[in-house]
């Protein structure tokens, strides 16, 4: 019997590695922290409410006695996860709850780490896991102690640990704050999308492809970090722009009117071997066809509400 | 004015750190975790019992205000502290103590690292504060986490953050299930004192050394790392060699009957360049005197108990 705890499970990544655990033959357990998400009737997960920064998660697992844990709770607030002592809540958060895991039996623990772990300095063309991780952020450097102090903790219960450092991510239903939902949202709306010159190369993943990536990882016996990724280098400018020919709103961008963080890499690409190779894991989606997904998403959403601007909003709006 | 909080108070370090801190100048607030320590009438330190596992230290951090944090209380307990669960709870109420601390307004934060960060197949004479750090042990992973952590934790709130590595200290009151107390008082006791081969290389520093070493560090403005130690390299058989010469007591000491700790390094010793040159700090005592502190010690202790044998036990036993 295989069951698995989902943490963060009504969260961006959380909510859609639900239906892939099923499909893979684990029995799930979902873990929210505060008000119950909406489900059909015919949802098989077992929900359960626990905010893992302030109650004791251990009788929950002396309940459940899991043998999986997939770990993906975290401060995400878009503009302040980068520098919040939030972080530093969700570093001893995490110990307890891998401590409840695997005292209730628990033999192997899945995280969510972040290219944020990584040196953005060194100038590496495709980071691998083992390149240089010396982080820029709080973010980064709560992630990066969170998976060292997860690994022993694992190790000196013999369970095993694997760690999926996610790049960038984007899909449906993503805080609007987050670049590619913002670009999209503005479009729609008929306002300006103001970027900077976005010459910076990212690599990016839909996000049912991230959890699918990390349904994967749970299931397999691989140990240590992976990164879950794309492997492609694109440019911001690039994803911006096909964005708006999608949309028809190509003047609608203003490109280069706003200037890049500071401190922001100029490249940030995974080198995905790993994911490939050993885990055997390939995205289902190209770019194009993610984010074609994404704006179907934001035109119905915007529609619905009565957003949507000029022959957006007129072409056949289905509600949301 | 400077007002400092020391946890692990009571401890080996942090009792000995209490009267260096009084005469800088700090107003001292000693934390202890449970029952309170014998003191003298005249004891100018402010105690406070505080069990940083158990309680929030906020409300104590609130009425204190201190400026300064000296944070040395851990885990210790010999034979279990490499490998036990207990560290990471101590990572956790770290975290916890540095955040009431900042929340009160503090401006310095010093904390206790260890040898044990540093990667011990690395194979270099001297490890410098920037040599590898892969640790190999529990212990090692969860001070070194805690190290990152807290440097992100300090400079979030514009603090600045000092970590002393420790090395092998020694000194009076020594928990005897430690190597050169446990030599020690086997020798005083008529036993023999059963060792490895001890050909390995160690940087040995007085206990009493390593308080002001941590005194100095605390009423310093330096960043970082800082190992605390005495540079200088000497075999663990020269050591326990040196003690049994000065015991008279050659004829006890059984060497190479019990095997090394598997993954123990041949060699562990500190550059001590940091301490030396920007701390302009040094140990004021050589190994030779340390020793005879020491075992003058442990003899007014054995012989008050009626445990020292033969020409020990008689020379002018005075009581502890």
Not at 114 to 130: F, M, N, V
Not at 202 to 217: K, M, P, T, Y
Not at 218 to 247: E, H, P, Y
Request: charged residues 20%.
């Amino acid at each position: 019997m295989k069951r698995v705890v989902v943490t963060g499970a009504s969260g961006f990544i959380g909510s859609r590695t639900l239906a892939g655990l099923v499909s893979a033959g684990f029995e799930v357990h979902a873990v929210h922290a505060s008000a119950a998400p909406a489900r059909a009737a015919d949802d098989v997960v077992t929900w359960h409410q626990c905010d893992l920064l302030a109650q004791d998660p251990a009788p929950l697992f002396g309940r459940i006695k899991p043998t999986h844990l997939l770990h993906l709770a975290w401060y995400a607030e878009p503009g302040r996860f980068w520098t919040s002592a939030e972080n530093f809540r969700w570093v001893a958060a995490s110990l307890a709850l891998v401590r409840a895991f695997l005292d209730s039996g628990g033999i192997r623990v899945v995280g969510a780490g972040t290219c944020a772990e990584y040196d953005w300095s060194s100038g590496i063309d495709r980071l691998s896991e083992d390149a240089p991780r010396i982080p820029a952020t709080v973010y980064g450097v709560a992630k990066k102690a969170t998976a060292e102090l997860l690994a022993a903790q694992a190790r000196g219960a013999g369970a095993t640990f694997a760690w999926g450092r996610v790049f960038h991510l984007y899909g449906p239903a993503e805080d609007p704050r987050r670049l590619i939902a913002g670009t999209i949202r503005s479009l729609i709306r008929g306002e300006t999308a103001r970027c900077s010159s976005g010459d910076q190369l990212r690599d990016f993943l839909h996000v049912d492809d991230v959890a699918g990536a990390f349904v994967r990882l749970v299931d397999s016996a691989i140990a240590g970090a992976v990164n879950v990724a794309s492997g492609d280098a694109v440019a911001v400018r690039d994803v911006v722009q096909l964005i708006a020919r999608r949309l028809d709103a190509e003047s609608q961008l203003a490109l280069g009117v706003i200037p890049k963080q500071p401190g922001e890499p100029q490249s940030l690409v995974a080198d995905v071997t790993r994911l490939a190779t050993e885990l055997q894991w390939h995205p289902s989606r190209s770019l194009e066809q993610g984010l074609s997904d994404t704006i179907g998403w934001w035109l119905d959403f915007e529609r619905a509400r009565g957003h949507a601007t000029g022959a957006l909003g007129r072409e056949g709006a289905s509600p949301a």
